[in-house]
């Protein structure tokens, strides 16, 4: 057990549809990471969050979006959902969220299963 | 270009021997780590081991030992004495130490190792 909870463990939903998609890191970590995980495009990283500001964008569609709450837990909103969307989402945490040379080890969630119909 | 490349889609060990699974990875920052993650059936990602560029010395844990070979761009996981349980995908990933915007994780294609009994 990494410490790192999502919620919920699967999720079926259909197309055009909105889904959020909620992470709980680690007790004191500051960071949260999402990752996408499909078959198409591999594991790829999506969005950092650090102490509630937004601290990297990669991949990620302007039909998704993210947050992170003063209690740290960060929510991944997707929304007008397509049938391509459908992929195991993971969240990550780790202590830092800086460009030190620390080994900031990601401590993955156990991942969200979205399938969209 | 690839940042990580995993050129062994899947692989076959007889159980209790040794297997190297390759990862080779591109970057221009001297500062960066390297990660090796196991995804079994279940899904979860596991963190098994990490080198730091910096690290003169190879990285073990257990059974694991990550062969670093800076000149050549290249960290290679070594699993010793193989295990049932070992069958899982294997992923190896990059945080490169300059990215200013963050700290995520670059992943590969992944390696699916199977042990045979």
């Known amino acids: 057990d990494s410490g790192v909870t999502q919620t919920p463990k699967h999720l079926i939903t259909a197309t055009g549809q909105r889904v959020t998609l909620r992470c709980s890191p680690r007790s004191g970590d500051l960071s949260v990471y999402w990752y996408q995980q499909s078959l198409d495009q591999g594991l790829q990283f999506l969005i950092q969050?650090?102490?509630?500001?937004?601290?990297a964008k990669g991949n990620i569609l302007e039909r998704f979006s993210a947050q992170q709450f003063p209690d740290l837990h960060s929510e991944l909103n997707l929304s007008s959902l397509e049938l391509g969307d459908s992929a195991l989402y993971f969240c990550a945490s780790s202590p830092s969220g800086g460009t030190g040379l620390a080994s900031n080890e990601q401590f993955f969630g156990p991942g969200t299963r979205l399938t969209v119909l | 270009a690839q940042k990580i490349t995993q050129t062994q889609p899947g692989m076959f060990v007889q159980e209790k021997e040794a297997v190297t699974l390759d990862c080779t990875y591109d970057?221009?920052?001297?500062?960066?780590?390297l990660f090796w993650y196991k995804q079994p059936s279940s899904g979860e990602m596991i963190f098994l081991i990490y080198?730091?560029?910096?690290?003169?010395q190879n990285a073990t844990e257990g059974r694991y030992s990550l062969n670093f070979q800076k000149a050549r761009k290249s960290a290679n996981l070594v699993i010793s004495a193989s295990q049932l349980g070992d069958s899982a995908m294997y992923f190896c990933a990059m945080r490169e130490g300059s990215n200013n915007a963050g700290n995520m994780l670059t992943f590969g294609g992944g390696t699916r190792l199977m042990v045979k009994p």
């Open positions: 970057t221009s920052d001297q500062s960066y780590g």
């Open positions: 969050y650090y102490n509630g500001e937004e601290r």
């Open positions: 080198q730091g560029s910096y690290d003169e």
